[in-house]
């Protein structure tokens, strides 16, 4: 998002310490009250001065408890459209004026997820992406690459989990494997197509929403095996299974992908 819409001047003070790890991001997007109708935000950004100061409450923000900075969407214009009245900005997670506490999972974990409220936080103006009201665009290039399998990472993981749950069999192979390591294969080659596209220039814009709805479909067949093959006794793969069900959650419910595939893809409802 910032090597899309930042200004040159954004993109080489915060593009070096992003790429190589020496400053830590966190993602202010969803809210308690707008997690997938995320237009529905209303964490506010109001000009004083040279400065916005942020009021508002965001939520599932990963790893905000280390993060450096925050790509923050706030509403500037309440008079706007509801598409049209957000703005982006890079805001100083070390200040006055944020607040966090973390979220504790059902599998155990409390590092992973925070809630963070603004109150009075402060950022430079000339620390907006884009201009004013363009903060959308930035959130749907994000949310399109974060809804990518850009990496072979996923179905390298998902298939090493399928592999060590083989390994543990003495008998048949339970249905739920059989089907996991299926799915995993097919996700493997998936991926490898849409990294041969991407080398080629191809611009998948929508399609994501495809990737991300068979992710979910292959990491919820990996976590019902890995109950089926391991049941509660052992905690990192029930662990597995746990983690999964929240892949039909973040990063855009499946109904929104399955919505956005039918509008944007098959041209259905137009």
Partial sequence: ?????????????????????????????????????????????????????????????????????????????????????????????????????????????????????????????????????EGWKLAMTVVGHEREPSTLGYSARYAKTVRVLADRLDGPVPDELAWAAVQSEMLRLHVRRRLSEQLDGVSHGPDGSLDKLLMTWVDQAVGHAALSVAGTDDADMFGTYLYSRAQSVMGGTSQIQKNIIAARILGLGA
């Avoid at 916005?52 to 925050?70: F, L, M, N, P, Q």
Wanted: hydrophobic share 35%; charged share 20%.
């Fill in 1 to 133: 998002g910032l090597g899309r819409h930042g200004s040159k001047e954004l993109q080489q003070r915060f593009l070096p310490g992003m790429i190589d790890g020496t400053e830590r991001w966190c993602q202010g997007f969803s809210e308690p009250g707008a997690g997938s109708d995320l237009a529905a935000l209303t964490t506010s950004a109001t000009l004083e001065g040279d400065h916005y100061v942020i009021h508002g409450h965001k939520i599932w923000t990963s790893y905000s408890d280390v993060a450096d900075w925050c790509l923050l969407l706030a509403r500037t214009d309440s008079q706007a459209p509801r598409h049209k009245g957000i703005s982006a900005f890079i805001v100083s997670m070390k200040q006055p004026g944020v607040q966090q506490r973390p979220l504790r999972m059902i599998s155990g974990i409390t590092t992973e997820f925070g809630q963070v409220s603004f109150d009075g936080a402060t950022v430079p103006a000339d620390r907006m992406v884009g201009a004013p009201g």
